[in-house]
C-alpha cells in the first residue's frame, strides 16, 4: 500500500527515486519529528484505507466522530489535542480499561504514522 514497499519489491533505488519524482501526483515526502530519516506518506489514500482496514471506524465512525460502542466512548478524533506522535501512541499501544485497543504489532510503525496524519490532516475539523 505503500510507495516504498512498492519499490522495495521492484528492488531498484533508481525506480524508487523517479516514482517519486515522476510519477506519483500524490505522494510527498516529509521528515519525521525526530528529523532522522525520511518518511514517505500517501496520506489521503493510504490514510482512510487503513482507518477502514484496521476497524477503527467501528468505534470512531469514518469521519472520525466517535461515538458510544461496546468499548466505552470511541474519542471524537476531529477534535483531538494530541501531537501527531502522541496519536501514534494511543494507536500502538492503546488505553487499557479504556476501550481504545492496542494495534502493536497489527500495523506496523509506518502505517501508524499515516493514520496519525491523517487524523491530523484529513478528519480534523477544518
Ligand atoms: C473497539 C473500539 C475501538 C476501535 C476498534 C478503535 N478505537 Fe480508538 N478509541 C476507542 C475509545 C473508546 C477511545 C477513548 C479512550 C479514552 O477514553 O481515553 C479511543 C481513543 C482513540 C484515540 C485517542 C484520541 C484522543 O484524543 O485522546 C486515538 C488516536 C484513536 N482512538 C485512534 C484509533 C485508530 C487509528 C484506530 C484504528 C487503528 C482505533 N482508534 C480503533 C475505541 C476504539
Redesign the pocket.
Known sequence: MNIRNTTRNLGSVALCALALWTGLPGGASAETETGDRPEIYVPRAGGSAA?NK???I???MGDGRGGQ?E?????D?RV???TEKE?GD??TNG?AG????S?KGI?DDETVGV?AKY?KEDLRLK
Not at 468499548?71 to 474519542?75: D, E, F, L, R, V
Not at 479504556?98 to 485497543?101: S, T
Open positions: 482507518f484496521y476497524g477503527c467501528t468505534c470512531h460502542n468499548g466505552g466512548y470511541g474519542a478524533l483531538t489535542k494530541l496519536l494511543v494507536i488505553r479504556k476501550g481504545m485497543p494495534f500495523i493514520l487524523i
